[in-house]
C-alpha cells in the first residue's frame, strides 16, 4: 500500500497550487482520506477531509475559503487545490487514508488516519 503526493513546489504569496494524491495497491473509494501539513517545530495538524463518496467535505478554519479538496474515485486520487497562499502555509503537505471504511463524518484527529505518503514540500515565499 503506497500513497503518492506530488504537485508541491515554491510559489509566491497570492499564488495557487494544486497537490495530488494517488493510491497504488489500495481502493481509495471505501475511505475518507485527510490532508495534513506540518511545519518546521509544529506538530502535523488536519487540513481538509474528504468523505469516502465524495459528497462532504471538512476544512480547518486556516484554510476555509482558500482550499478545496476533491476526489476522483475512477481515477484513485484525491486532490487539494490552494489558492490565496500565504506565507503561513508553508508546510510538507501529506495525506492519508481513515483507518476505517465508510465512517462519517469524516475524522480530523491524525490517529484516525493510516498509510500516510512521504510528503510534498509547499513554500510559499516571495
Known amino acids: 500500500v503506497q500513497l503518492v503526493e506530488s504537485g508541491g513546489g515554491l510559489v509566491q504569496p497570492g499564488g495557487s497550487l494544486r497537490l495530488s494524491c494517488a493510491a497504488s495497491g489500495y481502493t481509495l473509494d471505501r475511505y475518507n482520506i485527510g490532508w495534513f501539513r506540518q511545519a518546521p517545530g509544529k506538530e502535523r495538524e488536519f487540513v481538509a477531509g474528504?468523505?469516502?463518496?465524495?459528497?462532504?467535505?471538512y476544512y480547518a478554519g486556516s484554510v476555509k475559503g482558500r482550499f478545496t479538496i476533491s476526489r476522483n474515485n475512477a481515477k484513485n486520487a484525491v486532490y487539494l487545490q490552494m489558492n490565496s497562499l500565504l506565507p503561513e502555509d508553508t508546510a510538507v503537505y501529506y495525506c492519508?487514508?481513515?483507518?476505517?471504511?465508510?465512517?462519517?463524518?469524516?475524522?480530523?484527529?491524525?490517529?484516525?488516519?493510516?498509510?500516510w505518503g512521504q510528503g510534498t514540500q509547499v513554500t510559499v515565499s516571495s
Open positions: 492519508a487514508a481513515d483507518r476505517l471504511k465508510y465512517r462519517s463524518p469524516v475524522p480530523t484527529l491524525r490517529d484516525d488516519y493510516h498509510y
Open positions: 474528504i468523505e469516502w463518496g465524495g459528497s462532504s467535505s
